[in-house]
């Protein structure tokens, strides 16, 4: 089975200052990894995914994530954050094959404070 | 539809009594997904469509909890009796299925136990 660990609950920021969200997993088999964000009152969105090729994916709104598979980890980073940056975020694992069910993370709130 | 749509958008039920609710994923996405979000504890699986196969219900915290899919379209997700535990915002997702592809979510329907 796989699992996917969001060690922070909360991340306070300033603004303009970098973040980072961890994400650790855990898998027997491969798996694809993804961030989504939920903007306060709205739905989940897609913020960047990993498949394969370069470990290391950028989405439109300047964060990235990398994937290290000896770490099992895929943590999400942006040099500096904007207030509007202010979501939860969501780390997500899939298998590369088999059932195609999303695992989760519990969420880290990031709070961009001015 | 433009995106996943789920109805409806609140209920409040009383501790006991029976509720429904729906999900209508995009069209042609062969894979539905719902999931449980309350606070704390990020998105808990319950239960995955994919076309005609069995669905994975390996998520679902009691038999009071059941889904259908209707004509590979429409899913509803059905609590029987509920409880108070059973408060959360429910979360429907659909995509075109396979291991890659992004999963589009509603806005969800945030059920409360009284």
């Known amino acids: 089975a796989q699992s996917v660990t969001q060690l922070d609950s909360q991340v306070p920021v300033f603004e303009e200052a970098p973040v980072e969200l961890r994400c650790n997993y855990s898998s027997s088999v491969s798996v694809y990894l993804f961030w989504y964000v939920q903007y306060p009152n709205q739905g989940l969105q897609l913020l960047l995914k990993y498949l394969s090729g370069s470990t290391l994916v950028e989405s439109i709104n300047g964060f990235e994530a990398e994937f290290n598979k000896s770490q099992t980890s895929f943590h999400l980073r942006k040099p500096s954050v904007h207030i509007s940056d202010t979501a939860e975020y969501f780390c997500a694992v899939i298998k590369v094959s088999g059932t195609y069910k999303y695992i989760f993370g519990t969420g880290t709130r990031l709070k961009v404070l001015a | 539809g433009a995106g996943v749509s789920q109805s409806p958008s609140n209920k409040v039920t009383e501790k006991g009594k029976d509720v429904e609710l729906r999900c209508d994923p995009i069209s042609g996405h062969t894979a539905l997904y719902w999931y449980r979000q309350s606070l704390g504890q990020g998105l808990e699986f319950l239960i995955y469509f994919q076309g005609n196969s069995a669905p994975d219900k390996s998520g679902l915290p009691s038999d009071r909890f059941s889904a259908e899919r209707t004509g590979g379209s429409v899913s509803t997700l059905t609590i029987q009796r509920t409880q108070q535990e059973d408060s959360a915002v429910y979360l429907c997702?659909?995509?075109?299925?396979?291991?890659?592809?992004?999963?589009?979510f509603g806005q969800g329907t945030r059920l409360t136990v009284v």
């Open positions: 997702a659909s995509s075109l299925g396979g291991g890659g592809t992004e999963a589009f």
